[in-house]
């Protein structure tokens, strides 16, 4: 794989968006998880407001732009795959998303993903999924802006609507063209039939995105990414997947390990995979330089 270097991340996912087929990005809250994700073939992964909440103890709602944009940079500098950032409403008005866009880029990242939802975000959108949208005139000025911070000519602006719950199909598409109009590459959308789903791609004319969202509970359709493909949509997002599989995995084994005082894993898997993690790490490249350099020379201690 090609070495990135500091703005190879957005041109990497500009190629991505151009070529054939779609892109599927899971979330993630840091960086192992992100490096798993590239080890698995992935070609792009998200830093996701929920994902990133989940990891770090800090809800999304009480994220502000130097947490976000810290913990994306020390995902991007771990792999050698494009990252997108969400950075939900933008972390204010107009200034603070040109600001979050500046700050983005200077980290290598490759895109922001923006929303209309109101700023501070709501915490109970987790749990009734009741979104309170801001005008489509004020998120223009948002997406206009973050287009304005533009350094890298690569750098991909994701505009995100959550209109279709609240106003309705019509006001989505309505909002998606006016994004797209402002200056964004990509519309996210959040249908709530698979009818809807089907039917936004073709209607925005524009490329679009689409969320994945295991575990909701207001009956958003979740399909398969190759029907999602199907339809038309470019980025296929997994937004809360591998937060609820680690919380699941882990959860069982350290069950199991408080009740029988044994973990209940195999000596062999474990060695297989304590080395297979360390490599992915990057312990071999270290242990290659000490033994090179340190570890050549014999020290003498003094008192």
Known sequence: ?????????????????????????????????????QEAGFECVAVGGYALGASTGLA???QDMTFVTDAARRIQNFVEIPVTVD??????????????????QQGGLAAVQLEDQVFPKRAH????????????????????????????????????????????????????????????????????????TARFPRDVDAPCAYVVSHGNRVGRPVPRADELADMGYKLISYSSLSSLVIYRSLLQVFTELRRTGDANQSLEDMIAARKA???????????????????????????
């Open 1 to 37: 794989m090609e070495e990135l270097t500091l703005f190879n991340a957005p041109k990497t996912l500009r190629e991505l968006l151009q070529r054939k087929g779609p892109i599927i990005r899971p979330a993630v809250g840091d960086a192992l998880t992100a490096r798993i994700a």
């Open 60 to 62: 999304e709602p009480l």
């Open 87 to 104: 950075c939900g409403a933008g972390f204010g008005e107009a200034i603070q998303v040109w600001q979050t866009v500046r700050a983005l």
């Open 125 to 196: 959108y987790h749990r009734d999924y009741q979104e309170h949208t801001i005008s489509s005139d004020h998120m223009v000025e948002k997406v206009s802006a973050a287009v304005e911070a533009r350094e890298n000519s690569n750098f991909v602006v994701i505009a995100r609507t959550d209109s279709m719950r609240t106003d309705g199909y019509d006001e989505a598409v309505r909002r998606g063209k006016a994004y797209v109009e402002a200056g964004a590459d990509v519309v996210m959308v959040f249908p709530n039939t698979i009818e809807e």
């Open 277 to 303: 993690l360390e490599d992915l790490i990057g312990l071999p490249k270290l242990y290659d330089i000490e033994e090179r350099t340190t570890e050549s020379r014999e020290y003498i201690r003094t008192a």
